[in-house]
């Protein structure tokens, strides 16, 4: 997609892996290659796999954006959140291969999928803007919705807590943990038990599951483009 974001097509799957630097942050060029990745396995009618890098799913937003200026990182937030409506609406399952951290947006990707293998050990998985700072905005708040229980929403929105793997099962981030090298292996299997599905049953099905979730996020997303991110010193 682009050196940032590359694609693997596989018998069962396509494997889309996101590859920036240490943090493996959002930037917009890693959203524009999530996109095409996305938009060429739509095409192929295939099931896709998103992973990261070894230790790091995702450390949210690109920070150098997000501190340039409001505008700069209004941009990159509306980005990030029809991403996630588009993972969220997707014809295909989205499994994600949760390789190791996943703080701020890369904790929204978990929760904008369809299923979430994480792996055991010393990881940080959650949702920090109001711990650094940042008012967390009305699409974030959506998405947390459509996904986490109320008690694990308050826990997880308003107290930035952040959670180990195990923990990250019980509020919702993951479905699943399993040992580093049964991470790829145990993707792959379920991704062949994802591709058995009706694919048309499938893709009806769950756009009836998250209608109001997906009306919600829509709106959300406008509310947002009229108001500004919020960061506070």
């Known amino acids: 997609m682009n050196k940032f974001v590359t694609y693997q097509p596989e018998e069962n799957y396509d494997l889309i892996t996101i590859n920036n630097g240490k943090a493996n942050a959002l930037s917009h ?10 938009d060429k396995a739509a095409a192929e009618n295939k099931v896709v796999v998103l992973t990261g890098q070894n230790g790091i799913f ?18 990159l937030v509306t980005k990030g959140s ?25 904790a ?3 929760l904008s999928a369809d299923y979430r293998i994480g792996i055991e050990g010393d990881f940080k998985i ?7 700072g940042m008012t967390m905005h009305n699409a974030g708040i959506a998405i947390a919705k459509s996904r986490l229980s109320e008690v694990y929403l308050n826990r997880s929105v308003n107290n930035s807590e952040i959670y180990n793997p ?8 993951l479905d699943l943990i399993v040992s580093a ?14 591709s058995k599905l009706n694919k048309k049953a499938h893709a009806a099905t ?14 959300a997303i406008e509310l947002d483009l009229n108001s500004d991110i919020s960061i506070n010193s």
């Open 29 to 38: 060029e890693v959203i524009e290659g999530l996109n095409a990745g996305l």
């Open 58 to 75: 995702s450390g949210g937003f690109d920070l150098k954006v997000m501190t340039k200026s409001a505008e700069a990182a209004k941009e």
């Open 82 to 106: 029809k991403l996630s409506l588009k993972m969220l609406s997707f014809p295909q399952p989205i499994i994600i291969a949760c390789s190791g951290h996943a703080i701020a947006k890369g």
């Open 108 to 110: 929204f990707l978990l």
């Open 126 to 132: 959650g949702l920090n803007e109001v711990m650094i």
């Open 166 to 173: 195990k923990d990250a099962v019980k509020a919702g981030f």
């Open 181 to 194: 090298d049964h991470l790829l292996p145990t993707t792959i299997k379920v991704a062949g038990m994802f």
């Open 206 to 219: 769950k756009l009836k599951v998250r209608k109001q979730h997906l009306e919600d996020l829509e709106n």
